[in-house]
């Protein structure tokens, strides 16, 4: 019998050597004489530990973390005996506070299962989605889905039910499901983790919405920065048609739904949803107008389901449990769990999964254990380059789309970049203004020149140069940038700028003065 | 892992090569919307998109130059000169700016001026923030970047 051992193939873990420790493994088991069998699993979300090495004994599975290629012969050693002790012996990973106290509805495989097994997807519960969809036919998949209050968490938090119901209805040739992976915002990685450490999910996710709205064809749209992602579906893709969660006939039904990967170019406007489209056409990835609405008019002119993975990928679930199951987590409007990204300068960074309603301070604080540099925080952007720097006085906040909103802030995606007191929140400011500027798709006037302008201001406040007026200035190119521009790169830019302004005054020379005069 | 081996494998572009070029681009032409896919094959195989490519791309996929030209350009991934044999993209976002991304970078500058094989870019997140600083060297994921870390793994690079 061979010994059994899960090294992530996660890209995070990748990034820090566990391509090196597997191999290493490899190596030693060889002196050794002993036979191997290494699954590379995706990640369990616990980056501080990574590259975490599991062993499988008969009391489950036991972590090594985080392990160097160098320390891979003594690891081996202790995980021979059984998972036996070794200094970076951490027990049961799923006894670790970081993943005992989460919610892992669309996550409750990654990490476990070996990626790109249909096998241990069925056997950990994949494809009873499918199964119930096929068996409930359209009109029950939309108001299942509707009625499970998912909204989506691409960024706007658009109910996912209507996007169903719409294309559904909606009476065309061709119709298309095109899964929003272009994952832009800094902070954030789930779309990624899914894909590569479950992307079966992702799959069946589509398949269903394809089922739902009766599309026959889907787009998986992943940002070039993920090449271990695209990897990974190009190589699920083809098991999944030969497991028929893809092909002519869905999940056993009469129905047909394939997918195709496409790889974006580097522009992080391509995740506006129509400017992914335009690229996905073969131009340039330029903002459209709306109306129409992709539901109407979308991938080359046709009804167009388009959805981040992570609303994909939580409707397997949805299907499986009912509607019930996933609406009874949540809280106000904000229903089921979000998969938060715990990101920057903190101690317990990674992938948590929870119901709405967690706040902030206990995200931070509690759960991440506050700055990995063991300074104070200092300021906490949530939801990407496009959301707010809030301050610890706002940590009250509850992790749900309008109590954000409420404080000038936005969840997105999920990403929380913690940062200590050593941050200058006027050059994150500039930051945003920089970041808009480089970004745009050049169609509005304010946000392509009033971003470069805002950082030349910034660069001027920043010297010292006329602070008060050129504050004055900024909040006016804010105002300017908010009413005169089509999507929500030049719209929201003003959410990370005002804020730092607002919360971090001291930041701004003269803005300091003012309030203390 | 094909396509990670395929970006990875910077150092083997070959020359320009019309025949090649035109071959490699009748293989995607079949898609719908097919110039990304057409650019990034070209991009795999030469490292870049030359001026010659302009006309071919454009007549094969039935579409004006000034389309090529504009899609060409509008994309940070496609060059369109020839790269030097190495690519370092570091992340500049904000996550990477929390864990001392900053700092790195203006090392990393300084280290690779003037340096004639490998280029340094700006990139806005790989998905490796709770592990940054981080970055693409020739295609792979490294993380946990440091001035230490980073000479070693150019190092590797320049032998
Ligand atoms: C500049 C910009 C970038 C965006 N980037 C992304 C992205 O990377 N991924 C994503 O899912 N949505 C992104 N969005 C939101 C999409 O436009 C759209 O709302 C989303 O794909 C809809 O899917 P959902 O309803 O499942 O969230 C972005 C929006 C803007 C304005
Ligand atoms: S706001 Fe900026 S990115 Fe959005 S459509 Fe206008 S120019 Fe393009
Ligand atoms: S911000 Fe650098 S990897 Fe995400």
């Given at each position: 019998?061979?010994?059994?051992?899960?090294?992530?193939?996660?890209?995070?873990?990748?990034?820090?050597?566990?391509?090196?420790?597997?191999?290493?493994?490899?190596?030693?088991?060889?002196?050794?004489?002993?036979?191997?069998?290494?699954?590379?699993?995706?990640?369990?979300?616990?980056?501080?530990?990574?590259?975490?090495?599991?062993?499988?004994?008969?009391?489950?599975?036991?972590?090594?973390?985080?392990?160097?290629?160098?320390?891979?012969?003594?690891?081996?050693?202790?995980?021979?005996?059984?998972?036996?002790?070794?200094?970076?012996?951490?027990?049961?990973?799923?006894?670790?506070?970081?993943?005992?106290?989460?919610?892992?509805?669309?996550?409750?495989?990654?990490?476990?299962?070996?990626?790109?097994?249909?096998?241990?997807?069925?056997?950990?519960?994949?494809?009873?989605?499918?199964?119930?969809?096929?068996?409930?036919?359209?009109?029950?998949i939309v108001e299942a889905v509707t009625s499970s209050g998912l909204r989506?968490?691409?960024?706007?938090?658009?109910p996912t039910g209507i996007k169903l119901r719409?294309?559904?209805?909606?009476?065309?040739?061709?119709?298309?499901?095109?899964?929003?992976?272009?994952?832009?915002?800094?902070?954030?990685?789930?779309?990624?983790?899914?894909?590569?450490?479950?992307?079966?999910?992702?799959?069946?996710?589509?398949?269903?919405?394809?089922?739902a709205?009766?599309?026959?064809?889907?787009?998986?749209?992943?940002?070039?920065?993920?090449?271990?992602?695209?990897?990974?579906?190009?190589?699920?893709?083809?098991?999944?048609?030969?497991?028929?969660?893809?092909?002519?006939?869905?999940?056993?039904?009469?129905?047909?739904?394939?997918?195709?990967?496409?790889?974006?170019?580097?522009?992080?406007?391509?995740?506006?949803?129509?400017?992914?489209?335009?690229?996905?056409?073969?131009?340039?990835?330029?903002?459209?107008?709306?109306?129409?609405?992709?539901?109407?008019?979308?991938?080359?002119?046709?009804?167009?389901?388009?959805?981040?993975?992570?609303?994909?990928?939580?409707?397997?679930?949805i299907?499986?449990?009912?509607a019930?199951?996933?609406?009874?987590?949540?809280?106000?409007?904000?229903?089921?769990?979000?998969?938060?990204?715990?990101?920057?300068?903190?101690?317990?960074?990674?992938?948590?999964?929870?119901?709405?309603?967690?706040?902030?301070?206990?995200?931070?604080?509690?759960?991440?254990?506050?700055?990995?540099?063991?300074?104070?925080?200092?300021?906490?952007?949530?939801?990407?380059?496009?959301?707010?720097?809030?301050?610890?006085?706002?940590?009250?906040?509850?992790?749900?789309?309008?109590?954000?909103?409420?404080?000038?802030?936005?969840?997105?995606?999920?990403?929380?970049?913690?940062?200590?007191?050593?941050?200058?929140?006027?050059?994150?400011?500039?930051?945003?203004?920089?970041?808009?500027?480089?970004?745009?798709?050049?169609?509005?006037?304010?946000?392509?020149?009033?971003?470069?302008?805002?950082?030349?201001?910034?660069?001027?406040?920043?010297?010292?140069?006329?602070?008060?007026?050129?504050?004055?200035?900024?909040?006016?190119?804010?105002?300017?940038?908010?009413?005169?521009?089509?999507?929500?790169?030049?719209?929201?830019?003003?959410?990370?700028?005002?804020?730092?302004?607002?919360?971090?005054?001291?930041?701004?020379?003269?803005?300091?003065?003012?309030?203390?005069? | 892992?094909?396509?990670?081996?395929?970006?990875?494998?910077?150092?083997?572009?070959?020359?320009?090569?019309?025949?090649?070029?035109?071959?490699?681009?009748?293989?995607?032409?079949?898609?719908?919307?097919?110039?990304?896919?057409?650019?990034?094959?070209?991009?795999?195989?030469?490292?870049?998109?030359?001026?010659?490519?302009?006309?071919?791309?454009?007549?094969?996929?039935?579409?004006?130059?000034?389309?090529?030209?504009?899609?060409?350009?509008?994309?940070?991934?496609?060059?369109?000169?020839?790269?030097?044999?190495?690519?370092?993209?570091?992340?500049?976002?904000?996550?990477?700016?929390?864990?001392?991304?900053?700092?790195?970078?203006?090392?990393?500058?300084?280290?690779?001026?003037?340096?004639?094989?490998?280029?340094?870019?700006?990139?806005?997140?790989?998905?490796?923030?709770?592990?940054?600083?981080?970055?693409?060297?020739?295609?792979?994921?490294?993380?946990?970047?440091?001035?230490?870390?980073?000479?070693?793994?150019?190092?590797?690079?320049?032998?």
């Open positions: 019998m061979s010994l059994r051992l899960y090294v992530p193939g996660d890209a995070a873990a990748v990034a820090v050597g566990a391509d090196e420790v597997a191999a290493a493994l490899d190596a030693a088991a060889a002196v050794r004489n002993v036979a191997l069998d290494i699954v590379r699993n995706g990640s369990r979300g616990v980056f501080e530990l990574e590259t975490l090495v599991e062993v499988e004994t008969a009391a489950g599975r036991i972590g090594y973390g985080p392990i160097d290629p160098g320390e891979a012969p003594a690891l081996l050693d202790a995980a021979l005996l059984d998972g036996g002790t070794h200094p970076k012996r951490i027990g049961r990973p799923e006894d670790l506070p970081f993943l005992a106290r989460q919610t892992r509805l669309t996550f409750a495989r990654c990490g476990i299962t070996d990626p790109l097994s249909i096998g241990d997807y069925r056997r950990h519960g994949g494809l009873t989605g499918l199964e119930r969809a096929v068996a409930l036919g359209p009109s029950a989506g968490r691409g960024g706007a938090g658009f719409t294309v559904a209805e909606a009476v065309a040739p061709q119709k298309y499901v095109v899964c929003n992976a272009d994952e832009g915002d800094s902070g954030t990685f789930a779309d990624r983790m899914i894909m590569e450490g479950d992307p079966f999910l992702l799959i069946e996710g589509m398949a269903i919405a394809g089922l709205v009766g599309a026959t064809r889907g787009f998986i749209y992943v940002r070039s920065e993920y090449p271990h992602a695209i990897a990974a579906l190009e190589r699920a893709i083809p098991t999944a048609r030969a497991a028929g969660l893809l092909g002519r006939r869905v999940g056993g039904s009469e129905r047909a739904f394939d997918v195709e990967v496409r790889v974006g170019a580097g522009a992080y406007v391509c995740g506006e949803e129509t400017a992914l489209l335009e690229s996905l056409e073969g131009r340039r990835g330029q903002v459209r107008a709306k109306p129409p609405l992709p539901a109407h008019q979308g991938l080359f002119g046709q009804p167009t389901v388009i959805n981040n993975v992570l609303s994909l990928a939580a409707i397997p679930f299907l499986a449990e009912g019930d199951a996933y609406c009874d987590y949540g809280m106000g409007r904000s229903r089921g769990t979000m998969p938060i990204q715990l990101a920057g300068n903190i101690r317990n960074g990674g992938l948590f999964e929870t119901a709405f309603g967690v706040t902030l301070g206990e995200l931070v604080e509690d759960i991440g254990g506050g700055a990995r540099s063991g300074r104070p925080v200092k300021a906490v952007q949530v939801g990407g380059p496009l959301g707010a720097y809030f301050p610890p006085t706002l940590f009250d906040t509850p992790f749900d789309y309008e109590a954000f909103a409420a404080r000038d802030g936005l969840i997105g995606h999920g990403g929380v970049v913690v940062f200590d007191d050593t941050v200058d929140l006027a050059r994150q400011a500039r930051f945003a203004m920089e970041f808009c500027a480089i970004e745009s798709c050049g169609k509005c006037t304010p946000c392509r020149i009033g971003s470069v302008r805002g950082a030349e201001v910034l660069d001027r406040i920043i010297s010292g140069e006329a602070v008060e007026a050129n504050i004055a200035l900024v909040e006016d190119l804010c105002h300017t940038l908010r009413l005169g521009s089509l999507c929500a790169l030049g719209g929201f830019t003003p959410f990370p700028v005002l804020s730092a302004l607002k919360h971090f005054p001291e930041d701004f020379g003269a803005y300091k003065m003012n309030a203390a005069e | 892992m094909s396509f990670v081996a395929k970006i990875g494998a910077i150092v083997t572009f070959s020359a320009w090569d019309a025949t090649r070029a035109a071959a490699i681009i009748e293989a995607e032409a079949h898609r719908d919307g097919a110039l990304l896919p057409v650019l990034h094959a070209l991009s795999r195989a030469f490292g870049h998109v030359p001026d010659e490519a302009v006309p071919i791309v454009a007549s094969t996929l039935n579409i004006t130059r000034a389309e090529v030209h504009g899609v060409l350009t509008f994309y940070h991934d496609f060059h369109r000169e020839p790269p030097l044999p190495h690519m370092l993209k570091l992340c500049r976002a904000e996550a990477c700016q929390a864990r001392g991304g900053e700092a790195l970078a203006a090392w990393a500058q300084t280290r690779l001026a003037g340096c004639d094989t490998v280029a340094l870019e700006a990139v806005y997140c790989l998905g490796l923030c709770a592990s940054g600083p981080a970055a693409l060297l020739d295609g792979r994921p490294v993380a946990r970047l440091d001035p230490a870390r980073l000479d070693r793994l150019l190092a590797e690079k320049a032998r």
